[in-house]
Each structure stands twice: as structure tokens, then as C-alpha cells.
């Protein structure tokens, strides 16, 4: 999960790689980072750039699948200790 790759995506193989996703982050559009790309000759689809994001730097599902991780480990333990009282 998190960070991945694909030989055939186009911003995965673009030397520009870690400033697209610097600028994601940062909150620009899909629009305006293809306008950024662009101005540096490079010519990728906004939708070939929302797909990388939503396939290969997908923050949010990562972001969720710790946050449950995390929450499962708490409610585990609560638990646990629930039934320590109980015996």
C-alpha cells in the first residue's frame, strides 16, 4: 500500500516524479499540475495524473488502513483487560 509503482505510469517514470507528489500534497489540482508539467514540456492528461494518485500514492486509503490498525489494537487491549475484570 502507500507508494507504488507501475512501469507503465507515466508520472511514476517522469523525472518530475517527486514534485508532482510534493505538489499534490501541497494541494493543487490535477489541472494545475499538469499545467506545471506542461510548462516543462511535459505533456501527461489530468487523468493519467489522478490515476497515478489514486493507484500509486494513495494517502487517504494508507492513512485509513493505519488509523484501523491502530484502532483495533486499542479496542484489543480494552477488551482484554475488560475480561481480566470480569475473571
Known amino acids: 500500500m ?3 509503482y507501475s512501469s507503465r505510469c ?3 517514470n517522469s523525472e518530475h516524479r517527486s514534485e ?3 505538489l499534490r500534497q501541497q494541494g493543487e489540482s490535477y489541472r494545475a499540475i499538469q499545467q506545471w508539467l506542461k510548462e516543462r514540456d511535459v505533456k501527461i492528461s489530468v ?3 489522478k490515476n497515478h494518485f489514486d493507484e500509486h500514492f494513495a494517502v ?3 492513512a485509513a488502513e493505519r ?3 491502530q484502532s483495533k489494537a486499542v479496542f484489543e487491549e480494552a477488551v482484554e483487560k475488560r475480561l481480566n475484570e470480569i475473571e
Open 2 to 4: 502507500g507508494l507504488g
Open 10 to 12: 507515466k508520472i511514476c
Open 20 to 22: 508532482v507528489e510534493r
Open 47 to 49: 487523468a493519467a495524473i
Open 60 to 62: 487517504q486509503k494508507e
Open 67 to 69: 488509523y484501523y490498525e
